[in-house]
């Protein structure tokens, strides 16, 4: 039989408190410890493993009124990026390279690592990435209003109170600092915010986190490749 004992003098309460301050201790300590690296967009990238991988994804029908472009046919007016940081029961994971651009990829090859994009004979979604290092680009014909929704709905995983992709748990989200509230699809694709994912437990608290997204992808941009 399993006992749970405490030192004579300290109440439940705070024995409880000690062991959730040494959870977190030890992932932090597993956070700090994670390699990283600049990648081809300028923007970090933690190798760590993907939340789901990108081939899930929509083929080149319409979702959600966001349609998949070939490269003749891509015309961009607006274009803003959003970071996205995934922790799941305190472990980071990470968007996969390639969400919203079907096959075959074109891939290039820099000095900083391999950047996916549209070629000849595919296409992507105004809502896609390039590189894994959770930025997601919005490249649409007109200025609206993204969700992290559509977005989800174009890589075809499940979003919701209780499950991100395939990670299955509470879910808590922060954008900019700011703990949001309601349902994670309806969370606009801010112009260069940050949105952190929660999964489960324990909720790790907002990380802070700077980008400028670099290359040919730079805001403003009627193109993305990797410069």
């Given amino acids: ?3 749970t004992s405490t ?3 300290v109440p439940l309460a705070v024995a409880a408190v000690l ?5 977190l201790t030890a992932i932090a300590a597993s956070a700090s410890s994670v390699r990283t690296s600049m990648g081809p967009e300028g923007v970090l990238i933690y190798h760590v493993a993907d939340l789901a991988p990108a081939t899930t994804g929509a083929t080149g029908k319409p979702v959600d009124a966001v349609t998949c472009r070939r490269l003749a046919q891509q015309v961009v007016h ?5 970071e996205v940081e995934i922790f799941v029961h305190g472990v980071r994971e990470r968007l996969p390279a390639a969400i919203g651009i079907t096959k075959p990829y074109l891939v290039e090859h820099t000095k900083a690592g391999l950047f996916l994009d549209s070629g000849v004979y595919d296409c992507m979604y105004w809502l896609h990435t390039h590189v894994a290092d959770g930025i997601i680009h919005v490249e649409a014909p007109h200025k609206g209003i993204f969700t992290l929704g559509q977005f989800f709905d174009v890589w075809r995983q499940p979003l919701g109170p209780n499950q991100v992709g395939p990670a299955r748990g509470r879910v808590v989200l922060f954008q900019n600092g700011k703990r949001l509230t309601g349902d994670p699809r309806a ?7 940050v949105i952190q ?17 670099s290359g040919g992808c730079g805001a403003g941009t009627n ?3 990797a410069g």
């Fill in 187 to 193: 969370t606009v694709l801010v112009p260069h915010s």
């Fill in 19 to 23: 062991v959730a301050a040494l959870a």
């Fill in 197 to 213: 994912i929660d999964v489960g437990a324990p909720v790790v608290g907002f990380h802070p986190f700077t980008f400028k997204v």
């Fill in 7 to 9: 030192r004579p003098g």
């Fill in 223 to 225: 193109s993305c490749s």
């Fill in 78 to 82: 607006y274009h803003v990026h959003v």
């Fill in 1 to 3: 039989m399993f006992r």
